[in-house]
C-alpha cells in the first residue's frame, strides 16, 4: 500500500466510530473527508464518531432531507448526505464548496455523487461491507496535508 493510505478493519458499529473519533483528533478548518460505501455500510456511523470526536454534544444523524447540518464543537462541523443529490449545483446549494466550509470540517456521505468536482486535498474513505460483515475501511490522504489523519491513526494504535 502507498505511504498515503491505510486499510483497517472493523468488526462492529463501535469500533467503525471509534476510529472516526481517533482520526477527528487531526482535524483542521477547512478539512474535506468523503466517505463511499452502499448503503448501510457504515457512513453515518463514521460521521457520528467523527463528530464525537471533535467534541460535538448533539446527536448526529444523517442530514438526508436538509443536505446539509451544522454541528458545533472543537471545530465546527458539518455533515452533509448527497444521496439524494440530483446535480452539481445542488451540492454547491446545500454549502459543499461555500466559503463557510473554512471554519470547521465537512464530512461528506455519498461523496461518489459529486465524482469529479471533488478536490484531491481531502481524506477519501471507502467503506466495503454491509449487514453483521466486518468493513474493510481504506484511507486515503488526497495530499500530503492529509497523512496528518494516517499519522494520527497510528499514533492512536
Ligand atoms: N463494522 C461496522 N461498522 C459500521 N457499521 C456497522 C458495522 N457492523 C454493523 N454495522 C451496522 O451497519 C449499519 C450502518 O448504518 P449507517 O447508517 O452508518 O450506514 P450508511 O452507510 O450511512 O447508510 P446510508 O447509505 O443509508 O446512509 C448500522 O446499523 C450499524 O450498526
Ligand atoms: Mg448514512
Request: aromatic residues 6%.
Amino acid at each position: 500500500m502507498k505511504p498515503g493510505a491505510r486499510e483497517v478493519v472493523t468488526g462492529s458499529a463501535r469500533e467503525t466510530r471509534d476510529l472516526a473519533g481517533r482520526l477527528a483528533a487531526a482535524a483542521a478548518p477547512g478539512d474535506l473527508v468523503t466517505l463511499v460505501g452502499e448503503l448501510g455500510a457504515g457512513k453515518t456511523q463514521f460521521a457520528k464518531g467523527f463528530a464525537a470526536g471533535l467534541g460535538v454534544a448533539a446527536t448526529v444523524n444523517s442530514p438526508s432531507f436538509t443536505l446539509m447540518a451544522e454541528y458545533e464543537g472543537r471545530l465546527a462541523f458539518f455533515h452533509l448526505d448527497l444521496y439524494r443529490l440530483s446535480g452539481a449545483e445542488e451540492a454547491m446549494a446545500g454549502g459543499l464548496l461555500d466559503e463557510r466550509r473554512a471554519d470547521g470540517v465537512t464530512v461528506v456521505e455519498w461523496a461518489d455523487r459529486l465524482e469529479g468536482l471533488l478536490p484531491p486535498a481531502r481524506l477519501a474513505v471507502a467503506i466495503e461491507g454491509t449487514g453483521d460483515a466486518p468493513r474493510r475501511i481504506r484511507l486515503v490522504a488526497g495530499t500530503a496535508p492529509y497523512e496528518r489523519y494516517l499519522a494520527a491513526l497510528d499514533a492512536a494504535a
